[in-house]
């Protein structure tokens, strides 16, 4: 496996891979060389069949403090618009397969928040700190912010955040429905995230990847576009082994089925 500079990689429970973001001098600052690094250990946690569910996380303080503001201060519209700058940040992301949970403690903001935005799950810390302040730099969120805290949080919510540029907490977070849940602190936080994920590695991984697939076409599509999509899959998986051995166990009383993907 290649060495990272800006991120960790571990295992902190059967099935479940972990990405830490480690940059702790910048506060977790989203520069180009740790999202190609971010992206290289996904795509790895993606295709290693060993691994089901994985957790993004970042430090007690600071899951990420947004884009990298050094490496952004003296970039030009031409080169911004013809290396696509930031395109690359949700590309891998957004296209993995195995569900993907975001455990935020600290700062998330900008760039970070749009991060713990594209993974699957979003678990906080009741202090977290997201926000977009990408106004008070001149410019606006430029890695989904506006789409996604729009579709999370409706507009109006969205609307003031992203105009005023303040902070919201991760109590609020889950008030609004963009976090699933809450933590008292750094711990209960990583426990419970690893805790979700294990629960899911334990799942057959065919159903939910499938599953994953249709919740996120809800954010796509039409309702009704939406419904047919769920039920071509769900059918689909009648072919599948593991839709055999899940209601045949339930029939039995077979507790503990053992799942082929
Ligand atoms: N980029 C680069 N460096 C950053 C950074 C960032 N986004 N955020 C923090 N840092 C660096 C600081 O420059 C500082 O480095 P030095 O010690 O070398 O000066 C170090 O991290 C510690 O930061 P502070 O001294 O500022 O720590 P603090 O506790 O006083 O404040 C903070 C913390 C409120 C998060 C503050 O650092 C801050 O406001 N950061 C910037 C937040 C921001 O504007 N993010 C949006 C970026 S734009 C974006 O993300 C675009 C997009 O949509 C993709």
């Known amino acids: 496996a290649r060495t990272y500079e800006n991120i960790l990689v571990d295992k902190p429970a059967d099935g479940v ?14 520069s180009t060389p740790l999202f190609k690094e971010l992206n290289d250990a996904l795509q790895n946690m993606d295709d290693d ?22 490496e952004m201060k003296d970039l030009t519209f031409s080169r911004a618009y013809s290396t696509n700058f930031i395109q690359l940040w949700s590309t891998t992301i957004t296209n993995l397969n195995k569900p993907t949970i975001a455990a935020v403690s600290g700062y998330a903001l900008g760039g970070g928040c749009e991060l713990a935005m594209m993974a699957d799950i979003l678990y906080c810390t009741a202090n977290a700190k997201f926000g977009q302040p990408e106004i008070k730099l001149g410019v606006i969120p430029g890695a989904g912010g506006s789409q996604r805290l729009s579709r999370a949080i409706g507009k109006a919510k969205a609307m003031e955040i992203i105009l005023t540029g303040r902070t919201f907490s991760g109590e609020e977070a889950e008030k609004w429905g963009l976090a699933a849940k809450t933590f008292p602190d750094f711990e209960g936080l990583m426990n419970g995230a690893k805790e979700t994920a294990s629960i899911i590695a334990g799942n ?55 799942w082929t993907h």
Not at 17 to 30: D, E, M
Not at 62 to 68: I, S, V
């Open 204 to 258: 057959p991984m065919l159903a939910a990847k499938a599953a994953k697939e249709a919740v996120n076409q809800s954010q796509e599509l039409a309702l009704s576009e939406g419904v047919k999509f769920e039920r071509r899959l769900f059918h689909a998986l009648f072919g599948s082994q593991d839709q055999k051995v899940g209601m045949s166990a339930f029939v039995d009383k077979v507790k503990d089925p053992k």
């Open 17 to 30: 891979g972990q990405v830490t973001l480690n940059r702790p001098k910048a506060l977790n600052a989203l």
């Open 49 to 70: 069949p060993s691994i089901r569910a994985i957790i993004i996380a970042g430090s007690e303080k600071a899951f990420a403090a947004g884009a990298d503001i050094k």
